[in-house]
C-alpha cells in the first residue's frame, strides 16, 4: 500500500459545481497536510496548508483533514474554468519531507 | 512574497552532455532546498534535500555521483545531471523552506525546469 493515495481523475465538472478532492494515507504519524494547485508544465502552488485535524477556509476552498479516518479533502466551491489544473495532495511528519499523493486532474467546462 | 525561481526554464542537450540547474529564493533567505522530479502524469518524487553549506542527502536510488547538489549561499542551490541520458529527461522542480520554518513545514515550490536528452 503506498503512503498516499489519490484518485487521479479526470474529473470534470460544470462551471459552478462544487468539487470534491481526496486523499487516503496510511502513515499515522503525519501532522501536515497541504493541497497544491499545479498547472501545466508548472511548478506546484500552495493553496492550503491544515496541521492536525479539522477544517480550514479559504474564499471558495475548504480543506478538512479527518486524522482517525486517515482521510483528507479539498472543496471547491463555485468551481471555475481557471480551477482546471492538477491538484495535488501531501503530508508530512515534523523535520522529514513531503510525500505526494499522485494528482487529480480537474477539468472546469464553462 | 516567498518566490523561488528556477533557471533554465527549458533545456535540451545531447546525452553524455552535462546541465545545471540552478534554484533561488528571490525574497527570503532558505536554510534547506529540496529537489524534486516529474515524469508526466506522476507525483513529485523527492531526489535530495540540500542544506546550506554542508552535503546533500539523497533519497534510496538517487544516484549521488550523477545528481550534483551545491547549496552555497542561504538563496543558491544547484543541481548538475552529469553525463545525462535520455531516461534521465523528465520536470525538475525545486522548493526552499524559509529561514527559521520548524520542521520544513512550509516548503515554496520553484516554477519547474523540463530537461529533455537527445
Known amino acids: 500500500q503506498k503512503e498516499v493515495e489519490q484518485d487521479p481523475g479526470p474529473l470534470s465538472v460544470p462551471e459552478g459545481a462544487i468539487v470534491s478532492l481526496n486523499c487516503t494515507y496510511s502513515n499515522s504519524a503525519f501532522q501536515y497536510f497541504m493541497w497544491y494547485r499545479q498547472y501545466s508544465r508548472k511548478g ?67 | ?60 536510488g538517487v544516484e549521488k555521483d550523477k545528481f550534483l547538489i551545491n547549496h552555497a549561499s542561504l538563496t543558491l542551490s544547484t543541481l548538475t545531471v552529469t553525463s545525462a541520458h535520455p531516461e534521465d529527461s523528465s520536470f525538475y522542480i525545486c522548493s526552499a523552506s524559509p529561514l527559521g520554518t520548524s520542521g520544513h513545514n512550509e516548503q515554496f515550490f520553484g516554477p519547474g525546469t523540463r530537461l529533455t536528452v537527445l
Not at chain 2, 542537450?13 to 502524469?41: H, N
Open chain 1, 44 to 110: 506546484p502552488e500552495l493553496l492550503m496548508y491544515t496541521y492536525s485535524s479539522g477544517n480550514k477556509e479559504d474564499g471558495r476552498f475548504t480543506a478538512q483533514v479527518d486524522k482517525s479516518s486517515k482521510y483528507i479533502s479539498l472543496f471547491i466551491r463555485d468551481s471555475q474554468p481557471s480551477d482546471s489544473a492538477t491538484y495535488l495532495c501531501a503530508m508530512k511528519q515534523a523535520g522529514t519531507a513531503l510525500i505526494f499523493g499522485k494528482g487529480t486532474t480537474l477539468s472546469v467546462s464553462s
Open chain 2, 1 to 60: 512574497g516567498a518566490v523561488v525561481s528556477q533557471h533554465p526554464s527549458w533545456v535540451i542537450c545531447k546525452s553524455g552532455t552535462s546541465v545545471k540547474i540552478e534554484c533561488r529564493s528571490l525574497d527570503f533567505q532558505a536554510t534547506t532546498m529540496f529537489w524534486y522530479r516529474q515524469f508526466p502524469k506522476q507525483s513529485l518524487m523527492l531526489m535530495a534535500t540540500s542544506n546550506e553549506g554542508s552535503k546533500a542527502t539523497y533519497e534510496q
